[in-house]
Protein backbone atom coordinates (compact mmCIF):
# COMPACT_ATOMS: atom_id res chain seq x y z
CA UNK A 1 0.00 0.00 0.00
CA UNK A 2 1.29 3.76 -0.89
CA UNK A 3 2.57 5.89 1.65
CA UNK A 4 -0.69 8.25 0.25
CA UNK A 5 -3.27 5.73 0.06
CA UNK A 6 -2.74 4.06 3.74
CA UNK A 7 -3.03 8.00 4.62
CA UNK A 8 -5.90 8.48 2.96
CA UNK A 9 -7.05 5.33 4.22
CA UNK A 10 -6.33 5.88 8.13
CA UNK A 11 -7.94 9.82 7.61
CA UNK A 12 -11.18 7.87 5.86
CA UNK A 13 -11.58 5.50 9.07
CA UNK A 14 -10.66 8.01 11.44
CA UNK A 15 -13.56 10.36 10.31
CA UNK A 16 -15.50 7.73 9.94
CA UNK A 17 -15.14 6.59 13.96
CA UNK A 18 -15.41 10.09 14.92
CA UNK A 19 -18.87 10.76 13.38
CA UNK A 20 -20.12 7.49 15.86
CA UNK A 21 -18.49 4.93 13.68
CA UNK A 22 -17.32 1.75 14.67
CA UNK A 23 -20.22 1.75 17.15
CA UNK A 24 -20.45 -2.11 17.77
CA UNK A 25 -23.58 -3.63 19.69
CA UNK A 26 -23.00 -5.44 23.19
CA UNK A 27 -22.43 -8.71 22.51
CA UNK A 28 -25.02 -9.11 19.57
CA UNK A 29 -22.74 -12.21 18.39
CA UNK A 30 -24.61 -14.10 21.58
CA UNK A 31 -27.51 -12.65 21.18
CA UNK A 32 -28.45 -13.95 18.12
CA UNK A 33 -29.25 -17.59 16.91
CA UNK A 34 -31.85 -18.92 14.34
CA UNK A 35 -34.47 -20.16 16.84
CA UNK A 36 -34.75 -16.40 18.17
CA UNK A 37 -32.78 -13.24 18.84
CA UNK A 38 -33.47 -9.53 19.59
CA UNK A 39 -30.94 -6.94 19.05
CA UNK A 40 -30.53 -3.25 19.43
CA UNK A 41 -28.96 -1.35 16.08
CA UNK A 42 -26.00 0.94 16.71
CA UNK A 43 -26.45 4.31 16.57
CA UNK A 44 -26.32 6.30 13.12
CA UNK A 45 -25.85 9.69 11.40
CA UNK A 46 -29.52 10.38 10.72
CA UNK A 47 -32.36 11.63 12.17
CA UNK A 48 -34.28 10.18 15.41
CA UNK A 49 -37.39 10.16 12.89
CA UNK A 50 -35.75 8.12 10.39
CA UNK A 51 -34.66 5.58 13.04
CA UNK A 52 -38.35 5.21 14.44
CA UNK A 53 -39.32 4.66 10.57
CA UNK A 54 -37.53 1.17 10.95
CA UNK A 55 -39.05 -0.56 14.10
CA UNK A 56 -38.41 -4.07 13.10
CA UNK A 57 -34.58 -3.49 14.05
CA UNK A 58 -35.50 -4.74 17.28
CA UNK A 59 -37.80 -7.70 16.60
CA UNK A 60 -36.91 -10.98 16.37
CA UNK A 61 -35.25 -12.54 13.48
CA UNK A 62 -35.67 -16.09 12.73
CA UNK A 63 -35.57 -17.58 9.00
CA UNK A 64 -39.23 -17.97 8.73
CA UNK A 65 -39.81 -14.35 9.32
CA UNK A 66 -37.16 -13.74 6.67
CA UNK A 67 -38.70 -15.71 4.20
CA UNK A 68 -41.87 -13.97 5.05
CA UNK A 69 -41.13 -10.39 5.20
CA UNK A 70 -37.92 -9.86 2.40
CA UNK A 71 -38.78 -8.79 -1.03
CA UNK A 72 -39.23 -11.57 -3.86
CA UNK A 73 -38.33 -9.90 -6.61
CA UNK A 74 -38.36 -11.31 -10.13
CA UNK A 75 -34.88 -11.34 -11.75
CA UNK A 76 -33.70 -11.44 -15.11
CA UNK A 77 -30.61 -13.18 -14.61
CA UNK A 78 -28.18 -12.54 -17.38
CA UNK A 79 -27.39 -16.00 -18.74
CA UNK A 80 -23.86 -15.42 -19.52
CA UNK A 81 -22.46 -14.34 -15.80
CA UNK A 82 -24.72 -16.15 -13.87
CA UNK A 83 -23.96 -20.11 -14.98
CA UNK A 84 -25.55 -22.12 -12.62
CA UNK A 85 -29.05 -20.47 -12.63
CA UNK A 86 -31.09 -22.28 -15.44
CA UNK A 87 -28.91 -24.66 -16.58
CA UNK A 88 -29.21 -28.45 -16.73
CA UNK A 89 -25.98 -28.63 -18.35
CA UNK A 90 -23.62 -30.18 -15.65
CA UNK A 91 -20.69 -29.67 -17.58
CA UNK A 92 -21.09 -25.78 -18.91
CA UNK A 93 -18.49 -24.05 -19.36
CA UNK A 94 -16.70 -23.15 -15.79
CA UNK A 95 -19.35 -24.76 -13.67
CA UNK A 96 -16.48 -27.37 -12.95
CA UNK A 97 -14.00 -24.49 -11.46
CA UNK A 98 -16.43 -23.50 -9.47
CA UNK A 99 -17.60 -26.52 -7.95
CA UNK A 100 -13.82 -27.10 -7.46
CA UNK A 101 -13.80 -23.45 -5.98
CA UNK A 102 -16.52 -24.64 -3.26
CA UNK A 103 -15.24 -27.69 -2.43
CA UNK A 104 -12.15 -26.23 -1.36
CA UNK A 105 -13.86 -23.65 0.86
CA UNK A 106 -15.53 -26.58 2.44
CA UNK A 107 -11.61 -28.21 2.89
CA UNK A 108 -10.65 -24.81 4.59
CA UNK A 109 -13.81 -24.73 6.53
CA UNK A 110 -12.57 -27.13 8.20
CA UNK A 111 -9.63 -25.38 9.83
CA UNK A 112 -11.20 -22.21 10.25
CA UNK A 113 -14.29 -20.31 10.72
CA UNK A 114 -15.17 -19.59 7.00
CA UNK A 115 -18.68 -18.13 6.39
CA UNK A 116 -18.39 -14.46 5.35
CA UNK A 117 -16.25 -14.52 2.56
CA UNK A 118 -14.87 -11.57 0.50
CA UNK A 119 -14.55 -11.51 -2.97
CA UNK A 120 -11.85 -8.96 -4.04
CA UNK A 121 -8.73 -7.71 -6.44
CA UNK A 122 -6.51 -5.15 -7.41
CA UNK A 123 -8.04 -3.43 -10.14
CA UNK A 124 -11.55 -2.80 -11.48
CA UNK A 125 -12.91 -5.82 -14.70
CA UNK A 126 -10.75 -8.62 -12.96
CA UNK A 127 -13.77 -10.42 -12.41
CA UNK A 128 -14.77 -9.70 -8.80
CA UNK A 129 -18.29 -10.14 -9.54
CA UNK A 130 -18.81 -12.84 -11.46
CA UNK A 131 -16.52 -14.95 -8.97
CA UNK A 132 -18.74 -13.77 -6.14
CA UNK A 133 -22.00 -14.11 -8.40
CA UNK A 134 -21.58 -17.60 -9.26
CA UNK A 135 -19.62 -18.77 -6.14
CA UNK A 136 -22.98 -17.92 -4.35
CA UNK A 137 -25.01 -20.13 -7.21
CA UNK A 138 -22.61 -22.94 -6.59
CA UNK A 139 -22.96 -22.28 -2.61
CA UNK A 140 -26.87 -23.08 -3.22
CA UNK A 141 -26.98 -26.00 -5.29
CA UNK A 142 -26.35 -28.25 -2.53
CA UNK A 143 -29.37 -29.36 -1.16
CA UNK A 144 -30.48 -27.26 1.71
CA UNK A 145 -27.62 -24.75 1.62
CA UNK A 146 -28.20 -20.70 1.68
CA UNK A 147 -26.25 -18.15 0.46
CA UNK A 148 -26.48 -14.58 1.22
CA UNK A 149 -25.00 -12.73 -1.78
CA UNK A 150 -23.85 -8.82 -1.30
CA UNK A 151 -22.94 -6.44 -3.51
CA UNK A 152 -20.50 -4.39 -1.41
CA UNK A 153 -18.96 -2.47 -4.13
CA UNK A 154 -21.13 1.03 -3.63
CA UNK A 155 -19.29 2.80 -6.18
CA UNK A 156 -19.20 0.62 -9.44
CA UNK A 157 -22.29 -2.13 -8.21
CA UNK A 158 -22.87 -4.96 -11.08
CA UNK A 159 -24.56 -7.76 -9.11
CA UNK A 160 -28.26 -6.29 -9.70
CA UNK A 161 -27.38 -6.15 -13.31
CA UNK A 162 -26.14 -9.60 -13.42
CA UNK A 163 -28.76 -10.99 -11.50
CA UNK A 164 -30.96 -8.51 -13.23
CA UNK A 165 -33.34 -6.72 -10.74
CA UNK A 166 -33.35 -3.53 -8.78
CA UNK A 167 -30.29 -1.74 -7.03
CA UNK A 168 -32.41 -0.32 -4.48
CA UNK A 169 -33.43 -0.33 -1.50
CA UNK A 170 -30.22 -1.95 -0.71
CA UNK A 171 -27.02 -1.88 1.54
CA UNK A 172 -26.94 2.05 1.22
CA UNK A 173 -30.44 2.39 2.21
CA UNK A 174 -29.40 -0.29 4.86
CA UNK A 175 -26.12 1.64 6.12
CA UNK A 176 -27.78 4.80 6.31
CA UNK A 177 -30.79 3.48 8.37
CA UNK A 178 -33.60 4.12 6.26
CA UNK A 179 -34.23 0.31 6.12
CA UNK A 180 -33.93 -2.51 8.18
CA UNK A 181 -33.13 -6.09 6.42
CA UNK A 182 -36.02 -7.12 5.07
CA UNK A 183 -35.96 -3.74 3.57
CA UNK A 184 -32.51 -4.07 1.39
CA UNK A 185 -32.94 -8.24 1.18
CA UNK A 186 -34.55 -9.81 -1.38
CA UNK A 187 -34.84 -13.30 -2.88
CA UNK A 188 -35.22 -14.29 -6.54
CA UNK A 189 -36.53 -17.45 -8.19
CA UNK A 190 -33.31 -19.57 -7.16
CA UNK A 191 -33.82 -21.61 -3.71
CA UNK A 192 -31.93 -20.62 -1.09
CA UNK A 193 -29.99 -17.54 -2.40
CA UNK A 194 -31.11 -14.46 -0.96
CA UNK A 195 -29.56 -10.99 -2.35
CA UNK A 196 -28.62 -7.28 -1.24
CA UNK A 197 -27.88 -4.91 -3.81
CA UNK A 198 -26.41 -2.00 -3.12
CA UNK A 199 -28.33 0.46 -2.66
CA UNK A 200 -28.43 3.96 -4.08
CA UNK A 201 -25.48 5.75 -4.92
CA UNK A 202 -24.09 7.75 -2.19
CA UNK A 203 -20.81 10.34 -1.64
CA UNK A 204 -18.81 8.65 0.65
CA UNK A 205 -18.93 4.99 0.58
CA UNK A 206 -16.09 4.11 2.36
CA UNK A 207 -17.56 6.33 5.38
CA UNK A 208 -20.98 4.73 5.05
CA UNK A 209 -19.19 0.72 5.29
CA UNK A 210 -16.96 2.00 8.03
CA UNK A 211 -19.83 3.20 10.25
CA UNK A 212 -20.63 0.29 11.88
CA UNK A 213 -24.25 -0.86 10.67
CA UNK A 214 -22.75 -3.28 8.43
CA UNK A 215 -20.82 -5.17 11.07
CA UNK A 216 -24.15 -5.18 13.18
CA UNK A 217 -25.89 -6.55 10.14
CA UNK A 218 -24.20 -9.54 9.45
CA UNK A 219 -23.76 -10.42 13.27
CA UNK A 220 -27.58 -10.46 12.95
CA UNK A 221 -28.09 -12.35 9.71
CA UNK A 222 -25.02 -14.62 9.96
CA UNK A 223 -26.64 -17.85 11.61
CA UNK A 224 -29.36 -17.65 9.18
CA UNK A 225 -27.24 -18.46 6.09
CA UNK A 226 -24.25 -21.09 5.50
CA UNK A 227 -22.62 -18.75 3.39
CA UNK A 228 -22.54 -15.05 2.96
CA UNK A 229 -20.75 -13.74 -0.09
CA UNK A 230 -19.38 -10.19 -0.90
CA UNK A 231 -18.42 -8.25 -3.82
CA UNK A 232 -16.35 -5.08 -3.55
CA UNK A 233 -14.73 -2.56 -5.49
CA UNK A 234 -11.10 -3.10 -6.58
CA UNK A 235 -8.66 -3.30 -3.68
CA UNK A 236 -5.93 -1.11 -5.21
CA UNK A 237 -7.26 2.37 -5.84
CA UNK A 238 -9.95 2.84 -2.87
CA UNK A 239 -9.76 1.72 0.88
CA UNK A 240 -13.55 -0.05 0.33
CA UNK A 241 -12.45 -3.33 0.37
CA UNK A 242 -10.16 -3.14 3.44
CA UNK A 243 -12.87 -1.92 5.09
CA UNK A 244 -15.54 -4.68 4.37
CA UNK A 245 -12.54 -7.30 4.98
CA UNK A 246 -12.70 -6.38 8.60
CA UNK A 247 -15.93 -7.48 8.84
CA UNK A 248 -15.24 -11.32 6.88
CA UNK A 249 -13.58 -14.56 8.14
CA UNK A 250 -11.45 -14.63 4.88
CA UNK A 251 -10.73 -13.29 1.80
CA UNK A 252 -10.78 -14.53 -1.98
CA UNK A 253 -8.39 -12.77 -4.30
CA UNK A 254 -9.38 -12.54 -8.31
CA UNK A 255 -6.41 -12.15 -10.61
CA UNK A 256 -7.16 -11.87 -14.12
CA UNK A 257 -4.77 -14.33 -16.51
CA UNK A 258 -2.89 -12.13 -18.98
CA UNK A 259 -3.79 -9.05 -17.39
CA UNK A 260 -3.36 -8.77 -13.87
CA UNK A 261 0.09 -6.76 -13.11
CA UNK A 262 2.38 -9.43 -10.96
CA UNK A 263 3.28 -6.15 -8.71
CA UNK A 264 -0.18 -5.14 -8.32
CA UNK A 265 -1.53 -8.59 -7.62
CA UNK A 266 1.42 -8.20 -4.63
CA UNK A 267 0.05 -4.72 -4.25
CA UNK A 268 -3.61 -6.09 -3.47
CA UNK A 269 -2.14 -9.41 -1.41
CA UNK A 270 -0.27 -6.33 1.21
CA UNK A 271 -3.81 -4.78 1.60
CA UNK A 272 -5.49 -7.85 3.10
CA UNK A 273 -1.97 -8.96 5.54
CA UNK A 274 -4.57 -8.84 8.34
CA UNK A 275 -7.04 -10.94 6.97
CA UNK A 276 -7.15 -14.33 5.77
CA UNK A 277 -6.59 -15.24 2.56
CA UNK A 278 -8.45 -18.32 1.59
CA UNK A 279 -7.50 -18.40 -1.96
CA UNK A 280 -6.54 -16.62 -5.05
CA UNK A 281 -8.87 -17.22 -8.10
CA UNK A 282 -7.15 -17.24 -11.50
CA UNK A 283 -9.74 -15.72 -13.65
CA UNK A 284 -10.45 -15.56 -17.83
CA UNK A 285 -7.51 -18.63 -18.49
CA UNK A 286 -6.91 -20.10 -22.19
CA UNK A 287 -9.52 -23.26 -22.00
CA UNK A 288 -6.64 -24.80 -24.01
CA UNK A 289 -3.58 -23.46 -22.44
CA UNK A 290 -1.27 -25.96 -20.62
CA UNK A 291 -1.74 -23.88 -17.22
CA UNK A 292 -5.57 -25.02 -17.69
CA UNK A 293 -4.11 -28.93 -17.54
CA UNK A 294 -1.71 -27.68 -14.26
CA UNK A 295 -5.13 -25.88 -12.93
CA UNK A 296 -6.74 -29.29 -13.45
CA UNK A 297 -4.25 -31.56 -11.89
CA UNK A 298 -3.25 -29.62 -9.01
CA UNK A 299 -6.51 -29.67 -7.88
CA UNK A 300 -8.18 -32.34 -9.01
CA UNK A 301 -12.26 -32.74 -8.75
CA UNK A 302 -14.28 -31.99 -6.03
CA UNK A 303 -15.33 -35.36 -4.50
CA UNK A 304 -14.17 -33.57 -1.07
CA UNK A 305 -16.20 -33.95 2.55
CA UNK A 306 -18.89 -31.43 2.72
CA UNK A 307 -18.90 -31.17 -1.32
CA UNK A 308 -22.38 -33.13 -2.46
CA UNK A 309 -21.99 -32.06 -5.88
CA UNK A 310 -24.76 -30.58 -7.79
N1 LIG B 1 -14.28 -16.00 -16.54
C1 LIG B 1 -15.09 -15.19 -17.22
N2 LIG B 1 -15.73 -15.65 -18.31
C2 LIG B 1 -16.54 -14.85 -19.00
N3 LIG B 1 -16.80 -13.57 -18.71
C3 LIG B 1 -16.19 -13.06 -17.65
C4 LIG B 1 -15.31 -13.83 -16.84
N4 LIG B 1 -14.86 -13.06 -15.85
C5 LIG B 1 -15.43 -11.85 -16.02
N5 LIG B 1 -16.21 -11.85 -17.10
C6 LIG B 1 -16.95 -10.72 -17.65
O1 LIG B 1 -16.04 -9.61 -17.68
C7 LIG B 1 -16.69 -8.42 -17.30
C8 LIG B 1 -16.00 -7.83 -16.08
O2 LIG B 1 -16.19 -8.74 -15.00
P1 LIG B 1 -16.71 -8.27 -13.59
O3 LIG B 1 -17.77 -7.27 -13.71
O4 LIG B 1 -17.01 -9.50 -12.81
O5 LIG B 1 -15.37 -7.58 -13.08
P2 LIG B 1 -15.16 -6.80 -11.73
O6 LIG B 1 -13.79 -7.13 -11.25
O7 LIG B 1 -16.27 -7.05 -10.80
O8 LIG B 1 -15.18 -5.29 -12.26
P3 LIG B 1 -15.39 -3.96 -11.38
O9 LIG B 1 -14.08 -3.73 -10.68
O10 LIG B 1 -15.68 -2.91 -12.42
O11 LIG B 1 -16.51 -4.21 -10.43
C9 LIG B 1 -18.14 -8.78 -17.08
O12 LIG B 1 -18.87 -8.57 -18.25
C10 LIG B 1 -18.09 -10.26 -16.76
O13 LIG B 1 -19.31 -10.92 -17.05
MG1 LIG C 1 -17.64 -5.77 -9.89
Same mark, same amino acid.
Given at each position: ??????????????????????????????????????????????????????????????????????????????????????????????????????????????????????????????????????????????????????????????????????????????????????????????? @?????????????????????????????????????????????????????? @????????????????????????????????????? @????????????????????????????
Amino acid at each position: MSRIHEALKKAEEQRAASQGGNIEPASISEMVNESAATAVAPAVEHTPSAVSAVPSFSSPFTFDTLLASCAQARWSPDSKTMLFFNSDDEQGYGMEEFRTLRSRLYQMREKQSLKKVLVTSSLPKEGKSFVAANLAQVMVRQQGRRALLIDGDLRGPRLHQVLGTASSPGLSEYLLGEVDEFGAIQRGPMD @NLFFIPSGRTVSSPAELVANGRLKFLLNRIEPLFDWIIIDSPPAVPVSDAGLLA @NYCDGVLIVVRSNATPFDIARKARQEFRDTSLVGVVL @NGIDVGSSYTQYYYSSYGHPNSQGDGRR
